[in-house]
């Protein structure tokens, strides 16, 4: 099982990776994911398991023993622009370890387990987070979806023939092992943990409208500078964030025209916010908008404010969450929240019980090249996994 990990790991590590920054560029319908989907393939052949799809992308590779409910795992294999070798791809390459590991034991499962590959978990080409899990779930419509577009105006219509629910009929459980994205396991000193739930979170899209100008012959009293609105409402989130303990990101910014000698016309900007509880979320969103709105009076800009996606909070099962950390030797694995989205939260909120495993990152960052995991921790995940699923399909 250590060998096929490591082999695993070895074949994904070149695909999507900048020689400049040590990141993976690895968007949906883009080469890299297609090579990392056709490897998917390969290693459900390889093992015997049987492949379906649904028109979207999204991929599950069957292990059809038993009968009833299937047992589903796995994870993405797309990442953020310049994001971690981690994110994603270890649930998937820990879930087919899982399933050798299994099989090394003798395991006979009584229920179907499957091995799932969510497309545009992340968002970073069609601008929603889970998308594959939402259209597969049914919260997210096609008619909806299709009209989404990338950073170069492709409607994701375009680029796929459609997607819906009908790929998770029979699922009957999923747990997803990810990563962790942050230090609590490390601060706890655990290999793995297990989640107890998501914080609720949305994506707003600010769009700050100014008056295009020269940049040397506009005097600085006569500029209706849309960049100093946003500036400040970035400060604004900041300060808001740290007061209430909870978290505010401003991570992309669009610029109209982009030139470096002109006052900009306009600037758009996209809001990350994530909170312990949905009234937190509201107020901390409503303490932003209400400065950035104030500073845009006194701007004499234009502000328009859009919820592009707001996620509510997660609790996952907690008695499933217990005998997943109950699920080894030498005492129960530790249950934490998680500040992050994930395909896991979306089938929660469809009614299917979940659960979610961590393994430790030394560095605590994510989303990021310094992203990592230790092999040795790898390998607990797997292990702790092989055990979950045992119990679950047994």
Avoid at 27 to 39: D, G, N, S, V
Avoid at 226 to 249: E, S, V, W
Wanted: hydrophobic content about 40%.
């Amino acid at each position: 099982m250590p060998d096929d990990f490591e082999r695993m790991w070895a074949d994904l590590a070149p695909v999507g990776r900048s020689t400049r920054s040590g990141g993976y560029f690895r968007q949906p319908f883009t080469a890299p994911e297609e090579e990392l989907r056709a490897w998917f393939a390969e290693q459900c052949a390889t093992r015997g398991l049987r492949v379906e799809h649904d028109d979207f992308g999204n991929v599950v590779g069957w292990w059809d023993l038993g009968s009833g409910p299937g047992v589903l795992t796995g994870s993405h294999l797309d990442s953020v622009l310049d994001g971690g070798a981690y994110d994603g791809p270890l649930g998937v390459v820990a879930a087919l370890a899982a399933i050798d590991l299994m099989r090394s034991r003798a395991v006979v499962p009584a229920r179907p387990v499957g091995v799932s590959v969510f497309r545009e978990e992340e968002g970073s080409r069609f601008g929603l987070a889970c998308l594959g899990s939402r259209l597969a779930t049914g919260a997210t419509t096609w008619e909806t979806a299709r009209a989404l577009t990338d950073r170069d105006g492709v409607a994701l219509g375009d680029v796929v023939a459609g997607g819906g629910p009908g790929l998770l009929d029979g699922v009957g459980t999923f747990v997803e092992l990810h990563v962790e994205q942050g230090r609590d396991l490390v601060d706890r000193g655990a290999a793995v943990g297990v989640a107890s739930g998501i914080w609720p979170h949305g994506r707003y899209r600010f769009e700050v409208t100014g008056q295009a100008n020269h940049a040397g012959t506009t005097r600085m009293e006569d500029r209706v500078d849309p960049m100093l609105t946003y500036a400040f409402t970035a400060l604004a989130a900041n300060k808001q964030a740290r007061l209430a303990g909870q978290r505010a990101t401003f991570g992309r910014v669009a610029v109209e025209p982009n030139g470096t000698n002109a006052v900009p016309s306009k600037v758009t900007a996209w809001l990350d916010a994530r909170c312990a509880t949905e009234s937190e979320l509201d107020a901390l969103v409503e303490a932003i908008s209400a400065q950035a709105t104030d500073r845009a009076g006194r701007d004499g800009t234009s502000l328009a404010i859009t919820a592009e996606s707001v996620s509510a909070s997660v609790a996952f099962d907690p008695d499933l969450a217990a005998r997943v950390a109950a699920d080894h030797e030498g005492g129960s694995w530790p249950v934490i929240p998680t500040q992050a989205g994930h395909d896991a939260g979306i089938l929660a909120a469809a009614g299917i019980p979940t659960a979610m495993l961590f393994v430790r990152n030394p560095t605590g960052v994510s989303h990021s090249p310094d992203e990592h995991a230790e092999v040795a921790d790898c390998l607990v995940g797997v292990s702790a996994l092989a055990d979950t699923l045992e119990r679950l399909a047994g």
